[in-house]
């Protein structure tokens, strides 16, 4: 670009101050890390708002210390799970039972862990508190991955393979690029439910120690304690605040960017780019950092690395059966080995009346989540259709529902725990709302997208032929966003069980409110460093959880796409 | 408008139809303008025209799923006011519930006129026996072919007994065999009088279609959709489409529709017409060449009939008038009473090689294209030589609709990165001068 080089414009101006202002920011957090868990300040922290700032900084900067691990276990684990057959058998039911287990209930435990690796650090705090955050987001993104990577087109691999692409450029040319659409997506999703965990995490208590690191969820936590219920709703603004900026700052433009990596070769609908991606590619600062960092990334892979050229595919050759078996025996031996560790723990601590007693307030649970459920649809699909029916309010809503449910929920406990205090509500009815509170926004905005997609030839025909009331819900429209709704109500029913670990206990100040429920169950054996019942109250909720989603969900989801789809 | 008084009872009146899109700051869209049409009991009448000369929304508007801008619409004498009951429509992209069966689909209009379900059952099987899907009755529509779908959509409007079938190109997404089969199929039941209907109103881009099928066809000019031609087909039922009056009548309305607009009064004393009120058709550069070397070579050498060609070359209207007014545009071809004649100036093109064609083409751009040198221009002036699309869709979209502008738009990209008078970057939606000269 010869006529490119002139004076830097002023665009240039505010965008290097804020590149510098943030190599500041996060050179000051980092050095918070490092310093020994008793020196003054490091895990104590003071209602005074003006602090709010850099608590959410520090809280942003650990939600983006977990979203690169997860990111990184997502390019590991995900295409270690695509690439071999062997590794798949493995890997993904893995995935798909740690998708389902409440990572919650073991937060003391890898506390404690993490704190041993870095004896006397609040590094060691910093570790554990990202690896919950790590929890909750790396798993989808790994499916996503997973899937995409199944699913690359035959003739693009033809392609790469018949121009002698090696496996790493394959993988940089054609395999990353291909899953990014779909990554981002879930990476977006990850970081809404990253946030539930950041709150929960940031202040954990191990036997009679109890440490906050510098961070939102700290002060909320503290705010609780104190009943300053001033403090919690400076928290709420605060979240907002750092909600809205890195959505708008980073999620948009990353949404609009990977746009030009969809596949489908027909022309989508042409959004107006944000503008923060309209102002990077219109500086030039920020353009020319953008080409180094593209061309540094495309040096890399383009590189030839590869252990082996890739070899004439024998469509022909079996795989062999000796390795196979092997495999399976080695598979089954470490099977084994684990039953019998659990065993072991189980018998030395628990007795049969335990597992009875965790099934039962499973069950109780149980029935909290579909009575949340039942009310959730019945008051959300309604309303999800009559927005999603009018495109203008589709527009507007859309972004609205996104944002609630990136909210993490509970941040809002306090007021309802206020409440319930205030009135002397029972609890086993009235902290049952916050299992939803979060997550109900996921049917929502589900529905209003099947709603708004609903094909207008069908709007028409139903028109024409005065298709009205209840024959309209059920023979039109229900099936029309049945499909979408599932998606919906997975995610929010899965969130709902997770969200039983807080929301069945809360407290303020000295009062302590307690729901009978697993959720109620794992809080207290982890207040009580009981790793027994925590284990057995977790291992339970998985198997309701997984149970819930065999029995339930997949049939539906399948229902939904053999019968509703007409692909 | 008629000497001889119809006796025949009259189903739908439209009066003075105007339908028009509202636009800010700008004049009003207009789709339909002041259309008249009175549809009696007992025929079959073909809308024809082409896509954007807004025959669907007149078909919209008289099923009572569209309010008209102005002007009334009366059904058996009273104003219409929302779907009518005594209409059914069959859809271009069949429109059927994925989710029902074949017989829940056909019952469905049925179930809304909460017709019991013994008598719904019993009607649903003589319409699904009747058109030609028995044993298909448990049958999902997945798991059907086009035509079988499209026989669904006419079973399940035919069931409700209406006195008007509406067909918005009900065979316009099926195969030429497939179309064929469904048509004769129709105008059987129709001779028969096994239809349950009175009367029949289809839109049609196909030619062919409407002198087969209709006994009257209304043809529709473009922006703004106005009624050209009203024509009476005088041949008896079956219709011989080799016969030499069909053809002559085809050929007449293939002259029709290419005649280029004569000014209207109204036109001539407007405003001067701005550069960019001239939509732009998508036609590749690609297709105008290979037109260009088709007609130049044997048989055709230089001249071809309209419909002959569109049959050899299996297309269909509107797939043939654009490209070959977009050729006329470039004063490549020039098209007259349903022939296309290849100028001097299109033969040297077809003559050149790559560079000098695409010097042909730059200068046929730059002298018939006000928006390439508009662009071209502002390129030019600009120290960057940088200029953003989105200004250029916004004056367009002043002149016409959004999906006009924005089909014009890609279509002048397409044109000018081809003659490589500018280039274009997709992601910052730029025109530059990169790499040009």
Redesign the interface.
């Known amino acids: 670009?010869a006529?490119?080089w002139?004076l830097p414009n002023i665009w240039d101006a505010a965008a290097f101050v804020c590149v510098i202002g943030a190599l500041v920011a996060v050179g000051h957090v980092a050095q918070g890390t490092m310093v020994p868990i008793d020196a003054p300040g490091a895990t104590q922290i003071t209602l005074d708002p003006w602090n709010l700032p850099e608590y959410a900084l520090r809280t942003t900067m650990r939600m983006f210390a977990a979203l690169a691990a997860s990111l990184l276990f997502t390019f590991t684990y995900g295409t270690a799970a695509a690439k071999s057959r062997r590794a798949a058998l493995v890997l993904v039911p893995v995935l798909d039972v740690l998708q389902s287990v409440p990572i919650l209930g073991f937060l003391t435990f890898t506390v404690v862990f993490f704190m041993n690796l870095f004896p006397g650090q609040v590094l060691g705090l910093e570790l554990a508190s990202i690896f919950a955050i790590f929890t909750s987001q790396a798993w989808n993104m790994a499916f996503s991955m997973y899937q995409s990577l199944k699913t690359v087109p035959a003739d693009l691999a033809e392609a790469s393979v018949s121009f002698h692409l090696s496996g790493w450029q394959r993988f940089w040319k054609l395999e990353v690029p291909f899953a990014t659409p779909g990554l981002v997506w879930n990476t977006m999703m990850s970081m809404s439910g990253g946030w539930f965990f950041v709150v929960a995490s940031e202040a954990v208590s191990v036997g009679d120690n109890t440490w906050k690191l510098p961070g939102i969820g700290s002060y909320v936590a503290l705010a609780l304690e104190q009943k300053d219920i001033l403090a919690v709703a400076w928290a709420i603004l605060a979240m907002l605040v750092v909600i809205l900026a890195y959505d708008q700052l980073l999620f948009r433009p990353l949404v609009a960017w990977s746009a030009?990596f969809r596949f489908e070769t027909t022309a989508g609908s042409t959004a107006s780019d944000p503008w923060v991606l309209r102002l990077m590619?219109r500086t030039r600062l920020m353009k020319f950092i953008g080409e180094l960092v593209g061309n540094a990334a495309a040096y890399v892979g383009g590189l030839r690395l590869s252990f082996r050229s890739r070899p004439l595919a024998e469509t022909s050759k079996q795989p062999s059966r000796t390795v196979d078996f092997l495999w399976s025996a080695f598979l089954l031996v470490v099977v084994a080995l684990a039953v019998w560790r659990v065993v072991i723990f189980a018998s030395r601590a628990l007795v049969w009346s335990d597992i009875g007693e965790a099934v039962g307030l499973g069950l109780i649970t149980l029935v909290r989540v579909v009575v949340l459920m039942i009310l959730a649809t019945l008051f959300w699909v309604p309303i999800g259709v009559w927005l999603g029916l009018r495109p203008e309010w589709a527009r507007r809503a859309q972004p609205i529902a996104q944002f609630l449910a990136a909210f993490p929920a509970n941040l809002l406990f306090p007021p309802f725990v206020l409440f319930i205090v205030y009135f002397h509500l029972s609890p086993d009815v009235w902290l049952t709302p916050l299992m939803i509170l979060g997550t109900q926004w996921y049917i929502l905005f589900n529905v209003v997208a099947g709603a708004a997609a609903f094909?207008g030839?069908?709007k028409?025909?139903s028109?024409?032929?005065?298709?009205?009331g209840w024959?309209w819900w059920r023979?039109?429209i229900i099936?029309?966003i049945f499909p979408y709704y599932v998606t919906g109500a997975i995610t929010a029913s899965g969130g709902s069980w997770n969200a039983a670990i807080v929301a069945e206990v809360a407290s303020w100040g000295d009062t302590k409110l307690q729901a009978h429920g697993l959720g109620a169950y794992i809080a207290d054996a982890t207040d009580k460093g009981d790793m027994a019942r925590v284990v057995l109250g977790v291992v339970v909720m998985s198997t309701f959880v997984v149970l819930f989603n065999r029995l339930l969900w997949r049939p539906m989801y399948a229902y939904a796409q053999r019968?509703?789809?007409?692909? | 408008m008629d000497a001889v008084v119809d006796v025949r009872p009259c189903l739908i009146e439209v009066t003075g139809c105007r339908q028009a899109y509202h636009k800010e700051a700008n004049a009003d869209l207009v789709v339909l303008d002041d259309v008249n049409l009175t549809l009696r009991e007992g025929e079959i009448v073909a809308l024809l025209g082409r896509s954007g000369s807004g025959k669907s929304t007149l078909l919209r508007i008289v099923s009572g799923l569209l309010k008209p801008t102005s002007g009334s619409v009366k059904w058996r004498g009273t104003q219409i006011t929302g779907p009518t009951e005594g209409v059914a429509m069959v859809f271009q992209s069949f429109a059927l519930f994925p989710w029902l069966t074949v017989q829940e689909n056909v019952e469905i209009g049925l179930e809304a006129r909460r017709v019991p379900r013994t008598e719904r059952e019993a009607r649903a099987e003589t319409a699904i026996d009747m058109i030609g899907l028995g044993g298909f009755e448990n049958a999902y529509p997945k798991e059907l072919s086009g035509g079988m779908r499209q026989r669904v959509g006419l079973a399940r409007a035919l069931v409700v007994h209406p006195d008007l079938l509406l067909m918005d190109e009900p065979f316009s997404a099926l195969d030429v065999l497939t179309a064929e089969t469904l048509r004769t199929d129709l105008i059987d039941l129709w001779m028969d009088g096994k239809l349950p209907v009175k009367s029949v109103l289809m839109v049609t881009h196909n030619i062919e279609e409407a002198v087969l099928m209709c006994d009257r066809i209304l043809v529709f000019s473009s922006n703004p959709g106005r009624v050209a031609n009203e024509l009476k087909v005088p041949f008896p039922h079956p219709r011989n489409r080799l016969d030499p009056d069909f053809r002559q009548m085809v050929d007449d309305i293939y002259g029709i529709m290419t005649r280029r607009p004569t000014a209207s009064p109204k036109a001539a004393t407007a405003t001067p017409v701005s550069p960019l009120a001239m939509p732009l058709q998508r036609v590749g550069t690609n297709i105008m060449s290979g037109l260009m070397e088709t007609l130049a070579a044997e048989p055709y050498a230089g001249r071809a009939d309209l419909p002959a060609l569109a049959a050899s070359l299996q297309y269909e209207v509107d797939d043939l008038l654009p490209l070959g007014e977009t050729l006329q545009l470039f004063r490549f071809a020039v098209l007259e009473e349903g022939d296309i004649l290849l100028t001097d100036l299109g033969r040297k093109f077809v003559e050149g090689d790559t560079d000098e064609r695409k010097q042909i083409f730059a200068e046929g751009l730059r002298a018939h294209v006000p928006l390439v040198n508009m662009i071209r221009q502002v390129l030019d002036e600009r120290w960057n030589h940088r200029a953003s699309a989105v200004r250029f869709r916004d004056e367009l979209e002043d002149h016409m609709s959004a999906d006009y502008a924005a089909d014009t738009l890609r279509t002048v990209i397409g044109w000018g990165r081809y003659a490589e008078l500018f280039a274009y970057d997709e992601e910052a939606e730029q025109f530059s001068l990169e790499d040009i000269e």
């Not at chain 1, 028109?463 to 009205?468: E, G, Q, T, V, Y």
């Open positions: 670009m006529a490119g002139r030009k590619r094909p030839d069908l028409e025909a028109a024409n032929f005065r298709i009205s024959l023979k039109v099936p029309g019968r509703l789809t007409l692909a």
